[in-house]
């Protein structure tokens, strides 16, 4: 019996070691290398930073003090360590705590868009793979601030994650009409991507908060209808609430820690407008100031969380615009890109003050003169507003706006997949230049750094009418854009390179 009882404490002392060993790993097990921070890490192996200095060019918001815990990528305290072996393995065989940083070809495409998620798993699998085939480089997209009525915000919908908004137990509608102080709401808007927003995009503890109710996590603003990008209260007592939907993961936090894990950098996507009721390609400009105080808001929570890490390089202009010959046409995009560039160089820090823009031109014949395709660029250029701006042009080889094809190709037959576009006719016939030419001309721009995004689907396919682009084709859209541009990436991961197999005809091929 004595020595029945003797090994009963013996494996009581060795579960609670390994319990004890577990908590101090954590579940990633390591710290992103390169991260330039020497911030807490958290149970998940992501580092969160200290907080960073306000940049320069605003006074400072008022931001409640940092709690007593090192705080979480959500701005919360950091949940207790999870052992490893609970969360560890992926269903796709890869492993969050041992991370495969081999390069197994390194393609020219350099970097790719990406759609961000809040589940660990999916998030290593997509930089893992990107990593694999040679890409240093993630863009992410903005969600849409969305005008909404008061009956939308709470309708009872299965669609409609906001239709749980409250705060304290009363509706939240309700409980922000209180806090304007005798005031109004003007307008609604709701913003959904996923994002755990910290206590630094929270400037007015008087008009802005957390909840977290059983249907979700909310954050919410009141944003004055006249001011600076960073005032709290309006002198008409007049507000715009925004109401933001996420979770106790930050999709943003993942997708940056693991970047860094792998050496790679991420420009996320900033808020854009909804399209313009009556002119569907171009921005609604219709609530501008909110846009703008808005966005304030997003980047200041940026600086904090991601500010010191190396993996964190920018942001990027989720408003995509075509280009016009006649500015008038698409000069709200314009204002939006001089905007949010602004808010970029007082909200980041000078290092972090990169804005990769995207713009797409149509070089079929009767559109665009390939003579505006300079001036059409430089005046996007021309909104930098000090910000450094990487001008990344769509090559239209995938929607079939602008024609893929080499010199002395222009007799040949379009390819098949191009005739909805352009018919059956010839490239020469079909297009006024090719994509060589399209960016040619974007590298005469004064004051940008010159990428391509190339376009890896065609235009048949299921996919928003597209479907996988061809390897060879891709091969032909990279060789057009190189000798012009200093860096290849390309839309999108998610569907076009990982879903449909093409990432793994790169990698096969060597």
């Given at each position: 019996m004595?020595?029945?009882?003797?090994?009963?404490?013996?494996?009581?002392?060795?579960?609670?070691?390994?319990?004890?060993?577990?908590?101090?790993?954590g579940v990633g097990g390591e710290q992103p290398p390169g991260s330039g921070?020497?911030?807490?890490?958290?149970?998940?192996?992501?580092?969160?930073?200290?907080?960073?200095?306000?940049?320069?060019?605003?006074?400072?918001?008022?931001?409640?003090?940092?709690?007593?815990?090192?705080?979480?990528?959500?701005?919360?305290?950091?949940?207790?360590?999870t052992p490893a072996a609970t969360v560890a393995a992926c269903p796709w065989g890869g492993r969050l705590d041992r991370p495969d940083r081999s390069v197994e070809v390194d393609y020219p495409v350099s970097g790719y868009f990406m759609l961000t998620t809040a589940d660990r798993c999916a998030t290593r699998a997509k930089v893992q793979g990107a990593h694999a085939i040679g890409a240093d480089t993630i863009?992410?997209?903005?969600?849409?601030?969305?005008?909404?009525?008061?009956?939308?915000?709470?309708?009872?919908?299965?669609?409609?994650p906001f239709a749980g908004f409250a705060v304290d137990?009363?509706?939240?509608?309700?409980?922000?009409?209180?806090?304007?102080?005798?005031?109004?709401?003007?307008?609604?808007?709701?913003?959904?991507?996923?994002?755990?927003?910290?206590?630094?995009?929270?400037?007015?503890?008087?008009?802005?908060?957390?909840?977290?109710t059983p249907d979700g996590d909310f954050t919410w603003w009141l944003l004055p209808v006249e001011g600076g990008y960073s005032d709290c209260d309006s002198?008409?007592?007049?507000?715009?609430?925004?109401?933001?939907?996420?979770?106790?993961?930050?999709?943003?936090?993942?997708?940056?820690a693991d970047a860094a894990r792998f050496g790679m950098s991420v420009y996320l996507g900033m808020p854009r407008p909804r399209p313009d009721p009556g002119v569907g390609f171009v921005a609604d400009a219709s609530y501008t100031q909110t846009l703008g105080g808005f966005t304030s808001r997003v980047l200041a929570d940026w600086d904090r969380k991601f500010g010191r890490l190396d993996a964190f390089a920018g942001?990027?202009?989720?408003?995509?615009?075509?280009?016009?010959?006649?500015?008038?046409?698409?000069?709200?995009?314009?204002?939006?890109?001089?905007?949010?560039?602004?808010?970029?160089g007082f909200r980041l820090p000078k290092a972090k003050q990169r804005v990769v823009v995207s713009p797409y031109a149509d070089l079929r014949r009767g559109a665009l003169p390939v003579?505006?395709?300079?001036?059409?660029?430089?005046?996007?250029?021309?909104?930098?507003?000090?910000?450094?701006?990487?001008?990344?042009?769509?090559?239209?080889?995938?929607?079939?706006?602008?024609?893929?094809?080499?010199?002395?190709?222009?007799?040949?037959?379009?390819?098949?997949?191009?005739?909805?576009?352009?018919?059956?006719?010839t490239y020469g016939a079909a297009y006024a230049a090719s994509t060589a030419t399209l960016y040619a001309e974007a590298s005469r721009v004064r004051g940008v750094t010159l990428w391509a995004n190339v376009e890896a689907f065609r235009p048949p396919g299921q996919v928003g009418h597209r479907a996988p682009g061809r390897l060879d084709v891709l091969d032909t859209q990279v060789a057009l854009a190189r000798p012009h541009v200093q860096k290849v990436i390309a839309y999108r991961w998610d569907e076009y390179l990982d879903g449909s197999g093409l990432a793994d005809q790169i990698r096969a091929r060597g």
């Open positions: 004595r020595r029945g009882a003797l090994l009963a404490v013996v494996l009581v002392v060795a579960v609670a070691l390994s319990t004890l060993l577990l908590a101090r790993v921070t020497s911030g807490a890490t958290t149970a998940a192996g992501v580092v969160s930073p200290a907080p960073a200095s306000p940049p320069s060019g605003e006074a400072a918001p008022s931001v409640p003090p940092a709690p007593s815990v090192a705080p979480s990528p959500s701005g919360e305290a950091a949940p207790s360590a863009v992410t997209f903005g969600a849409e601030l969305t005008p909404v009525t008061v009956g939308a915000l709470r309708r009872p919908a299965k669609d409609n137990g009363t509706d939240g509608y309700r409980y922000a009409t209180a806090r304007t102080g005798g005031g109004r709401i003007r307008d609604v808007y709701t913003y959904a991507n996923k994002s755990a927003f910290s206590d630094a995009a929270l400037f007015c503890p008087r008009r802005d908060g957390r909840s977290r002198p008409s007592r007049t507000y715009d609430l925004v109401v933001s939907y996420g979770g106790s993961v930050d999709a943003d936090t993942l997708l940056v942001a990027y202009q989720t408003v995509e615009t075509a280009v016009f010959t006649n500015a008038d046409v698409w000069r709200p995009n314009l204002k939006v890109y001089e905007l949010q560039n602004r808010i970029v003579s505006a395709v300079r001036p059409s660029f430089q005046q996007i250029a021309d909104t930098a507003a000090g910000v450094r701006m990487i001008l990344a042009p769509q090559d239209g080889g995938g929607t079939g706006r602008v024609g893929a094809f080499r010199p002395g190709d222009g007799g040949t037959r379009v390819r098949a997949d191009l005739r909805g576009v352009v018919g059956r006719t």
